[in-house]
Every structure is written in C-alpha cells, then in structure tokens.
C-alpha cells in the first residue's frame, strides 16, 4: 500500500476515489488550518453572545491587522461565496437573488452574498453568521465593490460603514502624497468608527505586534511560494495554492497562528521540493510534471475538481497565478512595517493585484513565465467579473509578443454553475497541451522561460503600449 500525504481537505471525496489504495496521512499544516478557521466560525456563530463586534470587509486591500487591533471578527463575502460554489449550492442562492431583481451581468459573488442574505444569512458552513456590526469598504479598484456595498447598506439599514478609498496606482509608482491621502482616511474616519463600535481605544502598540506577525507570515509565503521554481515543482500554485492563502485571506494574516501555520506548511513544502517529489492532486502524486503553466484569473470554484483533472490528467502544473496575490502581493518585496502601521497599511493596499493598471500587471506575469520557466500561459477569465475581464486577451496576445510563449484563454465563472462548459474547456485546453507539446518537441523545454527579459526589446515588440497610448492611459 502506497502512503500519500492527504489532498486539501475539500478534495475528500477525490482522493477517496483514488484508483490506488491510499493511506492518507494529514499533514500538520492542514490541521492547523482547520483548527484556525474552524475558530473563526465558532467565534462569529456566538459573536452576539459575547459581545465581540463583527466587520464585514473585502479580501483585496483588507485591514486584517487593524482588525485584529480592535479585537473585532471580519467575515469576507467573497470567501462565503466561494465556499458555498465549492458545496454546490451557489447556484441556488444566485436564481434567489435574480428573482429578488438583480441582472444575470451583475457580479455572482455579490449575488451568492445577497441570495445568502435573503435565506436566512446562513453560512456554508450551516450556522446562521451574525449581522454586521460595521461595513469597512476597503475601496481596492473594483467598482462592484463600491455598489456591493451600497447594497449591503440597505440589507442592514443603520449598521455605519467606513470606507478608505485607495488611489488607483495607474503608473505603478505610489507617491508620499497618495500614502498621506491614506493614511489621513484612517486616521479620521476609519479608526474613530472602529473605536466607535468596538469601545476601545486604538492601541498602536497592538497593531503594531500585529503588523509584526504579518510580516512573519509574508516571508514564509513567498518563501513557500518560491519552492515552486523548482523542476519539478513540489505543489500546485494555483489548486493547492487557494488552499494555502485561505489563512491570509480570511482574516488571520496578522495573527500568531498564521506565522506558525505558514512556517509549517513551508517546512511541509520544503521537504517535499529536497525529495524532488512532484504534487500531490485528488487522485494521488501526479507521476510526471510535463507542463509548467502561468494562470491569470481566479479558478472555477462550482466545478473545481473536474476543473483542476483537466490539468493534472495531463501532468499540467501551475507554477504560479496571479489569482493567489489578490489578497497581497509579497513577492515584489513588500512587506507590512510595525514601525510604520498606519503608511504600510496604506502602501499595502495601494500595492494590491486588484489596484495595479493594466502594464503592471503584465509586467508581472512576464516576470513569473520567465522566473517559474513555464512553458505556457493561461487565461481563466470569469464571465461576470467585469473588472478583471478587461483587457485580459490584449494581457494573453502582449505575453505571446514579447516572450514567444504559447497561450491559451478559456472562460467559466466564479460561482455560477451556468457558466461551466467542461466540452469548451476541455477542447481549448487539449489543443493548448499540443501546442505546448510540440513546442517543446522542437525547441526543447523552457526556451521561453529561459528567455532573458529585455525591457526595450519588450517595448519594440509591444502591443499594448500602443493601445493604451492610444486611449492616454500612459
Ligand atoms: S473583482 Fe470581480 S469578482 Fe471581485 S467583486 Fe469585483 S467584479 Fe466581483
């Protein structure tokens, strides 16, 4: 009998399936992960019993450290929905909040939140989550954020919002005039609201231990992160890689059981990258890494296991994804300063993938293809998610000018069942495998990662430059 460490626990059911007899072993770092946000659950279901005070808040730009401060409990719309599209039953709650008047365009995340809303705020879980008790609208270059919240006003008529609008950094460069602009919000509207509703006073000695801790979790993060350079790579970036950010995501980025649970899962990684063992998928240890891919957009979570076999059945692996920045990007270099809390907060969430223009974003990506030396490029775009499908094919066709890579563009949705085409994807994805197949049969294995990135090649060979001049956005 073979013995396999355990799949993400909500690919249970997969790994059960599994052809092979498997003795499933869990790694530590899973349990810690279930014990944290188990935690989370249990504290916000009796919330109204014990006084603490609940802040509803987004993933992108989120103040997890300020929030931990005031000892508030955040719940994250996004993160309910997503695991309701994980269970299946988004759908259901989407029709729910098109009967109640909401168009088939508007984003399915918003949706999921207000069909919840309408049947009871019960979470995915199955316990009923508390009302807020503040509406913190961390503003991060998503309008639908701005309407969302606009909605949730009215849900919860009387609850007070603090909203921080954050500068959009349309050039990539954040001035000391956009930081004060910030920091300025917070210091006038948003921390007085949190003292307001939480009855304490704000303590910078606390954030700043906070801030302290998140700093140790973002260097385990990109660390662990980093170990997927490797050939062939010890985990999945993207399938496994939402796993691994659903800590930081969901509140505890500045709490002391991230660091110890981004130090373990490191060190579980780590060991895995020094045996050279490839992935771990629902169905086992993948046996071959034969592509290594780039993914921008986030995956589809109604159908996430077929979604990810259409890889791995292939021995696709994606090595890195844009997706898993959303809820900050470490890797650049930033990192939280506890002797700055309120101006890192501020540069954090300026920095944010969801508040950069469009150049930087290639930019970025360019950067992974060549570091992570993918052989090839995916775009999943979302059908409703209008911000981010902006754009993204002139993102696809400026990565193949400028490094040659082959690329693949396939459309689902966040959590609208509807919206999944297993044929569609499956075709495009085939002939994207092919292509990359006999790419690599001639030019042999990452040609184009190895290629060195020249920047004013690049720019020669820009098609975006000349679209974006053209519509004065540069
Ligand atoms: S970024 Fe996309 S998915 Fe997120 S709130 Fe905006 S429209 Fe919805």
Redesign the pocket.
């Known amino acids: 009998m073979s013995k396999i460490v355990a799949p993400p626990p909500f690919l249970k059911s997969a790994a059960k399936a599994a052809a092979k007899p498997i003795e499933v072993v869990k790694e530590r770092s899973m349990l810690l992960q279930k014990q944290m946000l188990g935690d989370l659950f249990h504290d916000l279901t009796t919330a109204k019993d014990t006084g603490r005070k609940v802040v509803y808040t ?1 993933v ?1 730009g989120n103040l997890s450290e300020l929030i931990l401060a005031f000892d508030m409990l955040p719940v994250y719309p ?1 993160i309910n929905a997503l695991q309701w599209g994980m269970r299946k039953k988004s759908g259901s709650l989407i029709r729910d909040a098109e009967k109640y008047g909401y168009s088939e365009d508007v ?4 949706k999921c939140d207000v069909g919840m809303f309408l049947n009871g705020n019960i979470g995915p879980t199955g316990e009923k989550l508390p009302p807020p008790d503040l509406l913190l609208l961390s503003y991060t ?5 701005l309407k ?1 919240f606009e909605n949730l006003q009215k849900l919860y008529p009387g609850v007070p919002t603090a909203m921080l609008h954050t500068p959009y950094a349309a050039d990539g460069v954040i001035t000391e005039d956009m930081v004060k602009y910030m920091v300025r919000q917070l210091e006038e509207d948003v921390i007085p609201k949190m003292e307001m509703v939480s009855g304490k006073k704000f303590n910078p000695e606390k954030l700043s231990k906070h801030l302290e801790y998140a700093v140790e979790s973002e260097d385990w993060i990109v660390k662990m992160f980093d170990l997927t350079k490797q050939v062939p790579s010890p985990i999945d970036a993207y399938f496994a890689g939402v796993y691994y950010i659903g800590p930081i995501n969901a509140g505890f980025r500045g709490a002391e059981s991230a660091v110890e649970y981004y130090h373990q899962l490191y060190l579980e990684v780590a060991e895995r990258a020094a045996q050279g063992r490839p992935p771990v998928t629902p169905e086992g240890e993948l046996e071959e890494e034969r592509f290594r891919l780039v993914v921008e957009g ?1 995956p589809n979570w109604t159908h996430f296991r077929e979604f990810w076999k259409l890889f791995y059945d292939m021995g696709a692996v994606v090595v890195a994804s844009s997706y898993t920045k ?1 809820g900050g990007y470490f890797d650049g270099g930033f990192r939280h300063d506890p002797d700055n809390p309120l101006e890192s907060l501020a540069r954090y969430c300026m920095g944010c993938y ?1 508040n950069i223009s469009l150049p930087e974003r290639v930019n970025m990506l360019e950067k992974f293809i060549t570091d992570y030396k993918a052989d090839g490029f995916l775009i999943n775009s ?1 059908k ?6 902006a754009g993204q094919l002139l993102i696809m066709r400026e990565l193949e000018q400028r490094l040659g890579v082959p690329v693949s563009f396939i459309e689902s949705d ?1 959590v609208d069942p509807r919206y999944f085409s297993y044929a569609n994807i499956k075709n495009r994805l085939d002939s994207f495998f092919q292509m990359m197949d006999q790419r690599k049969q001639v030019g042999g294995r990452h040609q184009f990662g190895q290629r060195p990135h020249d920047s004013a090649s690049s720019q020669k060979r820009s098609l975006l430059l000349p679209v974006l001049q053209q519509e004065a956005m540069v």
């Open positions: 987004f992108p996004e984003c399915t995340y918003v270059g998503c309008f639908t954020f969302w986030p959303v969801t979302i409703s998610c209008n911000s981010f499908s966040l």
